[in-house]
């Protein structure tokens, strides 16, 4: 759907927002061609957007806005820590969470607590 590619678009602003970053008129322009592009290609195929299923709608944007704030704090992030700290660290969390949201699901569709 169109909406996931709004993500630059939120991660200059997130970043304008949390970081005080000031954007380059280079940076502005790529966004300004990303969405332009993305728009034209959604426009010239005659899709539309199908507002019935406002539930999904929502939870796309709120992926998108994550994805947005993750490159936000990621370039905090990167000034304090390296690489491979970071890719540790998240390894790391997964490596928690996995097997309790795997083990969430049973052959029936029952849901067992963790």
Known sequence: MIFCHFTPVLTVLLAFLFLKETTTLLRKLSVCLSVSGVLFIFIMKGSRIDWSNMTGI?????????VAGYNVLARRLFQ?????EITY???GIAFLFLPCHSRGIQPKGRLINC
């Not at 929502?58 to 994550?66: A, H, Q």
């Not at 304090?80 to 491979?84: D, E, G, L, R, T």
């Open 89 to 91: 660290v998240m390894l």
């Open 80 to 84: 304090s820590f390296s690489p491979a």
């Open 58 to 66: 929502v939870l796309l944007f709120l992926s998108c806005l994550v």
